[in-house]
């Protein structure tokens, strides 16, 4: 089945840890993104790439870094310098070049930071 | 982006039709309108779009209204799987890669 998977769904750390969320899809969609929800809120875009080796930040890309070497992978760290990081991520991806595309997201990892 | 205005919450009764009303006045003549809708704890799932005409697929029927400064997202007989939150989102419609700008949305209550 095509799809995007995150792991692991639920994620414990210890502030002041850095910590990797990764994000697969097999759907050969060009661009990737990540997005963070806080509860009772929508999502809030942190990064996004649109093809292999490039990414922009987003609206709230302080405290994440990503990479982007495999079409395929798109992981984001959440640094020790991100003030809150405890949150719902969200990955999702799209193709491009069309007018209309949707963007498909993955289950989510919930990460909890104490 | 558009901005888009929903109401917090609505109740439908299982079976019954449920409208969900959306509101862009601000809204461009290049931007679409989209839905999505994500069950409690899972990532957001795509529902329908438009531009300006009216448009039904599997899921849903999209109506937007002549000036398209509001529409509304009809389920046509809604179960208990379609309680979830449903947002509303107006976006430029581009071949590059780009944010849905994701409100509060609607928390829907199917019921039986």
């Known amino acids: 089945d095509g799809g995007i998977t995150q792991s692991p769904k639920y994620l414990f750390r210890k502030e002041g840890q850095n910590v990797t969320l990764s994000c697969e899809q097999n759907?050969?969609?060009?661009?990737m993104y990540w997005y963070r929800q806080d509860p009772g809120q929508g999502l809030r875009l942190i990064y996004y790439?649109?093809?292999?080796?490039?990414?922009q930040k987003g609206d709230i890309a302080e405290g994440y870094s990503v990479s982007r070497e495999k079409k395929e992978s798109f992981p984001l760290t959440v640094t020790s310098a991100q003030k809150n990081p405890t949150a719902f991520y969200l990955c999702?991806?799209?193709?491009?070049?069309?007018?209309?595309?949707?963007?498909?997201f993955g289950p989510g990892t919930r990460l909890t930071v104490t | 982006d558009a901005k888009t205005t929903q109401p917090p919450s609505m109740d439908c009764a299982e079976g019954r039709a449920a409208n969900l009303p959306c509101n862009h006045s601000?809204?461009?003549?290049?931007?679409?309108v989209y839905w999505y809708r994500q069950i409690h704890s899972q990532g957001p799932q795509y529902i329908i779009h438009?531009?300006?005409n009216n448009e039904t697929n599997e899921m849903a029927s999209l109506i937007i209204t002549e000036d398209r400064k509001s529409s509304t997202l009809i389920l046509p007989h809604a179960t208990l799987r379609d309680t979830a939150v449903y947002y509303c989102?107006?976006?430029?419609?581009?071949?590059?890669?780009?944010?849905?700008?994701f409100g509060t949305g609607t928390r829907l209550q199917v019921t039986l």
């Open positions: 999702a991806s799209s193709i491009t070049g069309t007018a209309f595309y949707e963007q498909y």
């Open positions: 759907l050969n969609h060009d661009a």
């Open positions: 790439s649109q093809i292999v080796n490039d990414f």
């Open positions: 601000t809204i461009s003549g290049n931007e679409y």
């Open positions: 438009g531009l300006k």
């Open positions: 989102i107006v976006r430029v419609a581009t071949g590059t890669a780009s944010k849905l700008t």
